[in-house]
């Protein structure tokens, strides 16, 4: 069977996150899915390249290996 929706991180609307994250943990953000590098706060500013870092799922799965 297909599966129609899947969820595989929190999406933002925009550079300012709505909820607490952790390092580690994946968000993502106009359509892209970013890997957290540092702890973020509630109301925070989302920053590629600061407390996030660009990833994709192919890269995710390669680091599992």
Excluded: H, M
Excluded at 10 to 34: H, K, M, R, S, W
Excluded at 48 to 58: D, I
């Amino acid at each position: 069977t297909a599966v129609d929706n899947v969820i595989i991180a929190p999406t933002e609307a925009d550079f300012v996150a709505t909820q607490n994250y952790t390092t580690g943990d994946l968000v993502i953000v106009n359509d892209t899915l970013y890997k957290v590098t540092a702890n973020i706060a509630s109301g925070s500013a989302i920053t590629p390249n600061s407390n996030v870092q660009q990833t994709t799922l192919g890269a995710l799965i390669k680091a599992l290996s």
